[in-house]
């Protein structure tokens, strides 16, 4: 194999969970120890880690990266409460009570807003796949959404001033109790927004009876890991309520339920749309998008997807549902929120009632903006907001914005990108049955991540797409946009490691992106050439028809196919791999 390539500055990795991690550390062995002369800044982001850790390795991670500058993340877990419990019991020493909140959420929020990064997502260049075109027209299948409650129903202004934002209670006693506070800047935009608990549980006796009545499977999608005190919340109402009410009924009718995290949920259904099926959405901001959608390709269908897609995500300021405080109503009482000592803001909520407060950066919002300008500008593409400014005052921010940086490109006689604003829901519609051969579509964090794993499925698999996160001030941490595949990873323990089905090539795409940047700052032309030819290695694999299981049917030429399993497909990439 001859001598290592010699690598200068070292290369954070950041390891996550579950069949992810099994992949991502024979890519590791195989692609990077073994052909490197590298240091490797190893954190452990596997949810145990975090847990016992109480949160401290997300820290640890975002002071490596900030460090080191280049970054390569594993999908890591995003535990639910029975998997919470699972690893309480596991680990006794932990105190739940005790526990920092990035012990047990989601840590890719706060390594974004701790490096200040935002995400592009976009498809892999595969010149042998064919995107998915499932038969949608006609198909039989109904989205249900609130009609109340939520971010539709939300107060949002601009902060008039720098100070602290304050989330007071005021129950039974009278006396106000702070929840929660925050430090707003002039010109930031926050929300408040509440559910009621009793229009929740309404609106499902009515979503599984109308299911019923129609003899229609169930879906049900919520992000209630990421907001567990208001989707959790809504979640653990719906659910008990069929389990109390309508399981039984179900299953005597034949029918099945699913219940699902809303971004790979709607990826699933989009890309591999049931036969008949009532798909329930209870937030109306999500649901009324998605409903709008599916309409669409009831009527139209999906056409041929001609070019790439690529999503930037706004995340650093933390800005939407991921950055937000959110939590139960402790009983019943008035919500309030107070800025320097001045309520702006009170409504009335019940017992378990889900509270929400979110705000968001301005100063982030014009990085973000700037960014996908530039962006846009560099690869010639045409930029597709998604806002909706005329209802919610939180978004109006975001129009004026890009308005200035509009100006700020003129005044240096830099024409900026092409751009519309629309709808969110049109912005979603556009991306997926029109669009344009260079788009780029800016959203926000849930939309971001909702669309962006519909358009992966769409390309074939969320396996095929890239990501990257990037900071103002230059650090890029690369990841794959997939999950950590809990069902191939319960199968890989069960057969005791015989079967390991798993698609490595947004993995293998990100360690060659890192490779690539590293050997573009140190000047590095062995390490350049080795990551074009990772890259191109892995385009070869799938060229020459060796796939794993989730493409299968999906390349141009099906009959010519071999479909392996994980270590079939990294053995076949390093076979084609030559460095000239």
């Known amino acids: 194999m001859g001598d290592r390539i010699k690598v200068e500055k ?41 847990l016992t850790s109480n949160g401290q390795v997300v820290l640890e991670a975002i002071d490596a990266l900030k460090e080191h500058g280049i970054g390569i993340k594993n999908a890591g877990m995003t535990v639910n409460r029975s998997q919470l419990d699972e690893m309480l019991a596991k680990f006794p020493q932990v105190q739940e009570a005790q526990l920092d909140k990035l012990a047990t959420k989601s840590p890719n929020g706060a390594i974004r807003k701790g490096i200040g990064g935002n995400i592009t997502r976009e498809d892999i260049e595969f010149r042998n796949l064919t995107s998915v ?25 601009l902060s008039d001033a720098t100070g602290v934002a304050k ?56 992000k209630d890991t990421v907001v567990p005190g208001y989707d959790g919340v809504m979640r653990a109402a719906i659910e008990e309520i069929y389990a109390s ?3 039984d009924k179900v299953e005597a009718a034949g029918l099945k339920y699913h219940y699902e995290l809303i971004d790979a949920q709607a990826a699933r259904i989009v890309s591999n749309p049931p036969q008949r099926a009532l798909w329930g959405v209870p937030d109306n901001v999500s649901g009324m998008k998605l409903y709008k959608l599916v ?50 803001h009170a409504r009335t909520v019940k017992s378990n009632d889900p509270i929400l407060f979110m705000s968001n950066d301005r100063e982030s919002i014009k990085d973000w903006v700037t960014q996908v ?73 849930l939309d971001g991540d909702i669309f962006s794993d519909i358009s992966a499925a769409l390309g074939g698999s969320l396996a095929t797409a890239s990501s990257v996160i990037k ?21 890989y323990l069960e057969t005791d490691g015989k079967e390991a089905n798993f698609n490595s090539s947004a993995l293998i795409f990100a360690v060659a992106n890192a490779l690539e940047e590293l050997a573009r700052r140190e000047s590095n032309e062995p390490l350049a050439t080795y990551a074009e030819a990772l890259k191109a290695a892995l385009i070869e694999t799938v060229a020459q028809c060796t796939i794993t299981g989730d493409l ?22 390093e076979g084609n791999l030559t460095i000239s």
């Open 167 to 222: 989330v007071m209670f005021v129950g039974s006693s009278g006396d106000p109790v702070e929840l929660h506070r925050r430090t707003l800047k002039k010109g930031d935009p926050w929300m408040l927004a509440t559910n009621d608990l009793d229009d929740v549980k309404a609106w499902a006796h009515r979503f599984f009876q109308r299911a019923l009545d129609e003899k229609r499977d169930i879906y049900l999608g919520l």
């Open 373 to 445: 300008f530039r962006d846009a500008a560099l690869y010639k593409k045409e930029v597709y907001f998604g806002l909706k400014r005329e209802f919610v005052n939180y978004d109006e921010v975001y129009s004026s914005i890009i308005l200035e940086i509009r100006k700020e490109l003129a005044a240096l006689d830099t024409p900026p990108p092409s751009f519309m604003i629309m709808r969110p829901s049109r912005q979603l519609s556009k991306m997926i049955c029109d669009p344009p051969r260079w788009g780029l579509y800016p959203a926000q964090n």
């Open 471 to 491: 900071s103002k001030d230059g650090t890029l941490l690369f990841e794959a946009p997939h999950g950590t595949a809990h069902d191939l990873y319960l199968r």
């Open 133 to 157: 075109r499932p038969d949608w027209v006609n198909r039989d299948i109904e989205v249900d959404t609130m009609e109340s409650g939520g971010l539709d129903f939300s107060y949002s202004e």
């Open 245 to 247: 009410d309508y399981r």
């Open 552 to 573: 299968k049917g999906k390349t141009l030429t099906p009959e010519s196919e071999t479909v392996v399993d994980m270590y079939g497909f990294l053995d076949a990439i």
């Open 10 to 50: 070292p290369l954070v990795i950041l390891h996550g969970d579950e069949m992810a991690q099994i992949a991502f550390e024979r890519i590791l062995e195989q692609f990077v120890k073994s052909r490197l002369d590298i240091e490797l800044v190893e954190v452990d982001l596997s949810a145990e880690q975090r």
């Open 295 to 344: 309409q669409q390709l009831k009527h139209y269908g999906l056409p041929e997807r001609k070019a790439n897609v690529s999503i930037s995500r706004m995340s650093a300021g933390g800005g939407d549902q991921y950055g937000s405080y959110n939590t139960p109503a402790p009983e019943d009482g008035i919500i309030k929120v107070i800025m320097d000592g001045e309520e702006k």
